[in-house]
């Protein structure tokens, strides 16, 4: 973090307690005479200009999720709802992902049954109503398997029936499933999911558009 506190004019040096103007563009590194010169800064860097002028280390950052194919081209875009509500959503090709307070927004949780030791660890949840390749959270798990797989996301690989589906972690030697708490034990089937859009093709950039210019008092056109 730096921040240069202070402005030298001939001998001496005086100490800026006001930041709320922010950073001095370079245009006006020397005008002195400006108002704004008075209650800004030169550089901040990793720091948060606070409301009434000081200044404060800016927050970390951490990993929420890797994105849902890192295979193909994704953007980040803030969204803020209301004056409280604030998300940052991942946009892919054909999907829209949401994440706020630190984690993904998530559907509704269902409570784990059971829970296979396999390569691909098949997971009993009653009607669950998953598809192939969609992602599941997992937590609420007991014991030494809930330590290996609470708070990791895993993706559906295979819908065995309305109980049973598989994802794509190991399991294996990660100990013996005893018990989960959390989540709503489904009686019956949920609502089917509306019809899906159709997802239009990826748009290549267009080619650049051929220019003419100004070259030695003529015109060209091509």
């Not at 013996?176 to 950039?205: E, K, L, Q």
Request: aromatic residues 10%; neutral net charge; proline residues 7%.
């Amino acid at each position: 973090m730096t921040a240069n506190c202070g402005v030298r004019s001939g001998a001496y040096r005086t100490g800026l307690p006001n930041f709320s103007k922010g950073e001095l563009a370079p245009e006006i590194w020397g005008r002195f005479d400006v108002d704004a010169y008075q209650s800004s800064v030169r550089k901040a860097r990793n720091v948060l200009i606070l409301k009434y002028g000081g200044l404060t280390k800016r927050p970390g950052t951490r990993l929420v999720a890797e994105v849902l194919d890192d295979s193909e081209p994704a953007r980040l875009i803030p969204f803020q709802f209301s004056l409280t509500q604030t998300y940052a959503l991942e946009l892919g090709q054909g999907y829209m992902r949401a994440a706020s307070s630190g984690g993904l927004v998530l559907n509704e949780e269902l409570l784990i049954t059971a829970i296979t030791n396999a390569v691909n660890a098949q997971i009993t949840a009653a009607y669950h109503g998953y598809s192939v390749g969609q992602q599941v959270y997992l937590s609420g798990v007991a014991g030494t398997l809930g330590d290996f797989l609470n708070g990791r996301f895993g993706t559906v690989v295979s819908v065995v029936d309305t109980n049973n589906f598989t994802i794509d972690i190991d399991t294996t030697g990660k100990g013996a499933f005893t018990s989960a708490t959390g989540g709503t034990a489904r009686t019956g089937a949920p609502s089917p999911d509306p019809t899906p859009p159709v997802v239009p093709p990826v748009v290549p950039p267009p080619d650049r558009p051929r220019l003419g210019g100004f070259d030695y008092g003529w015109y060209g056109f091509f």
